[in-house]
Each structure stands twice: as C-alpha cells, then as structure tokens.
C-alpha cells in the first residue's frame, strides 16, 4: 500500500520547512497532488476547478509547512485538513472557524518517540479501515466527501469508533502530557 | 485546561471532520475543541480517518505543468504566521466572530435581566450568545431542529446535571428541558440551533470580521 513509508513523509515535510527544499516538495506533490485532487472530484468540484484548488492546498502546505507537527497528526491527515477546509471555502464559499491551536509547536522540537508511536497507529488505522465490511467503509468515504449529512452519519456508518479508539487515547494521553 | 463533564456527541465531531455540519454549528464545535482535550483528540481522530481515506484514494490525473504552476503560486503567495492565542473568556475562533472577547458583544435585553447578541443568523442556522444573570431560570423559547449550547462563564444545571465552562448540551426538538443558572456568576453561552429560533426582535447581523478572515 503505501510505498514510502510515513517517516519519509514526516522527513520531507521537514526539509521543506527547514530548507525550503524544493525536491522534498516535488516528492510529497507526486504523490499527494493526484490523491487530493481526486478527493475534491468525490466531492463535487469539476476538474478545472479541483486542479485549482489542490494547487492551492499543495501552496498552503508549502507555507504552513513550519507547522505541521509530527506527534499530533500524519502527513495525509495534516495535508487532508488543509484540503478540507480549502473545499469548504471553495464550495460553501465560506471560512470556517477552526479549533484553538495550541500553546505548544514545532519551535519545541517534535519529540522523535512519540513521533513514531503516531505513525504506528496512523498504519494501524489504516489497516483497520481498508478491513471494515465493504459496505460500512464506503459510507465512511462517502461522510469524508460530503455526501452524507451529520445526522446521516450518525444513523449510517455505525461511526468508526472502535477503529480510531486506541488513536484517541493516543491523542488524548499527549494532550494531558503537553498541558501538564 | 477545565474537566468537561459533557463533551459533544461523535456523529457532530465526524460531521465536522468531514467538513459536513450547517454554518451555525461549526462556530459552536470549534469553540469546545478550542476548550476540551476530550473533544480535540477525537476529532484528531476523525481527522485521521480522513487522512487514510485521502493516502487511499485513486489518484486523479493532474496537468502536466501542476507542479510548475504550484510553484509559481507558492511565490505569489504570503507567508504563513502561526496563529496566536488569545486570552479571555472567549477561545480564538469565537473572538474572531465577536471582533473581540466578552467587552466587544452588543448585548440586547430579553427581559429579566437576560441578553443575547445574535452573531450569526441564515439558512444555515443561528447562533448567539446568552446571558443569564446568576441564579435565574432561561427564558422559554422554542426551536426546531437541532439546538447547541456551550457554556463559556459560569454554569447552568438541569436535569441531566451540571454544565460549566466548556460543556456542552446537545438536544433536539422534542427536548423540553428548564435549565437555571447557578448562583454566583451570570451564565454566558454560545447557543446554535439548525433552524431559525422563534423567537421576537432579532436583528440579523453577520459578524464582519467572519467576512475579512
């Protein structure tokens, strides 16, 4: 499945926010620019307008890049976020108010473990979505495209939550640990 | 950071992973991440998922000069700053709706002693902010569809319990509940519901700086 593994990713966002490195950048567009503008397809936008706005979510990686933050999400994870709100800007035509960032970042260097205890789960996670009955997993894909309404979600997908249970103490642990 | 004792409910966090809640809820749930470790990690979880489902998706053929004409945007645009925390009573995404913390609201007198400022009002919902004095009941008001209420000042307890800063109720219409707020300090919420509110004399108002983010 993933043909470079997430440390590589985690390392080439790295070079990017370090030095600007613009063959980190074209590694990480290769593969994650074809896999966002399909998802914003699946969404709803044509294909002019989603090479469009990958282009743009790919810019925005480019210049958030000093705060993507290893321990607290996955490359996918960080670039699907990006995406999603650059969607929602896009096709609702409005900015979305975002959670609080937190008092702690990456100017505190990313403690290496705990780095590698994410990616674990993330390819845990991963395995434990790609074996969800099929039926289950595509209504889930569909919720991520925005085909299903909240209350949908809550009656269809039978919410995920034993997949991303041991993700969210996982979570939660580094909160407390951070906050403390 | 506070102990929540209700935190909101999994579908409205995958709704707002997936970037699927109406407008008026989006406010509501960024606010109670900004103020619950419970809330944020699972939705850092929901985000996860969706982070999976983009690494698996089947890749859409992308222009021959995509990356050329990234770059040249990467130039074209500002850099990033790093957003910065701000203190108050109000979490980041609420000020910036606001144009300030508690000091910035217009409140409007319901009677009683109780105000609202309504700060967002469409099809796609309302939200408001309410206050009511120490000790005092809610004013009675009705709703259809889905309504949200996140404490940010003081508590107010029903019979499901207490709700103090950072928790959140969730109910539906069917809901006929009689909170009152306790005594000591005035009880401040972020109140959002899927439908308009019947309620009387409310002056719509877009917040501006939602316009200029």
Redesign the interface.
């Known amino acids: ?2 043909d470079k593994n997430e440390a590589h990713w985690v390392s080439l966002m790295a070079s990017i926010a370090q030095n600007q490195d ?1 063959k980190a ?2 590694e990480v ?2 593969h ?8 914003l ?2 969404s709803g936008a044509d ?1 002019s307008l ?2 469009e706005c ?3 979510v ?3 990686l ?3 890049s ?2 993507y933050d290893p321990t ?10 990006i ?3 650059r ?2 800007d896009l096709l ?1 035509r ?10 702690w ?1 990456p100017e505190e260097a990313p403690d290496q473990a705990d780095a590698i205890v994410l990616q674990q789960e ?1 390819d845990r ?2 395995e434990a ?2 074996t969800l009955p099929e039926k289950q997993r595509i209504l ?2 569909r ?2 495209y ?1 085909d ?4 949908e ?2 009656a269809e ?1 039978g ?3 034993g ?2 249970k041991s ?3 996982l ?2 642990d580094r ?2 640990h951070n ?1 403390s | 950071m506070n102990t929540i004792r209700h935190s909101i409910p999994d579908d409205l966090l995958m709704g707002y992973a997936a970037g699927a809640l109406p407008q008026a809820f989006d406010l509501v749930v960024a606010t109670h991440v900004s103020l619950s470790d419970d809330a944020r990690a699972r939705l850092e979880s929901f985000e996860a998922i969706g982070g999976t489902i983009l690494e698996n998706m089947d890749t859409a053929e992308i222009e021959q000069d995509s990356l050329e004409q990234t770059l040249a945007r990467i130039g074209a645009m500002d850099p990033v700053e790093k957003p910065k925390r701000s203190g108050g009573i109000f979490p980041t995404p609420l000020q910036r709706i606001v144009g300030g913390d508690l000091d910035s609201v217009t409140w409007k007198g319901l009677g009683m002693g109780a105000k609202h400022c309504v700060l967002q009002s469409g099809t796609e919902g309302t939200v408001r902010l309410l206050l009511i004095p120490a000790g005092q009941a809610m004013p009675k008001h009705s709703h259809r569809g889905m309504e949200m209420t996140l404490v940010l000042q003081g508590a107010f307890r029903d019979e499901d319990g207490l709700y103090a800063r950072g928790d959140i109720e969730v109910a539906d219409e069917d809901v006929d509940h009689a909170p009152v707020a306790e005594a000591g300090e005035d009880c401040i919420c972020l109140v959002a519901t899927d439908a308009k509110l019947r309620f009387n004399g409310i002056l719509p108002r877009i917040a501006q700086p939602f316009l200029g983010i």
């Open positions: 499945m993933h613009h950048f074209a567009f290769r994650f620019a074809p896999r966002v503008k399909a998802f397809m699946k294909s989603a090479e990958m282009q743009d790919m810019a925005t480019w210049h958030k000093h705060m607290r999400a996955a490359v996918s994870t960080w670039i699907f976020t995406a999603r709100n969607k929602i609702r409005y900015a979305r108010p975002e959670p609080e960032t937190l008092p970042g993330t996670l991963a979505i790609r889930i894909e919720a991520y925005g299903l309404t909240h209350s979600i809550a997908t919410l995920p939550l997949t991303i993700r969210i103490r979570a939660l909160l407390r906050m």
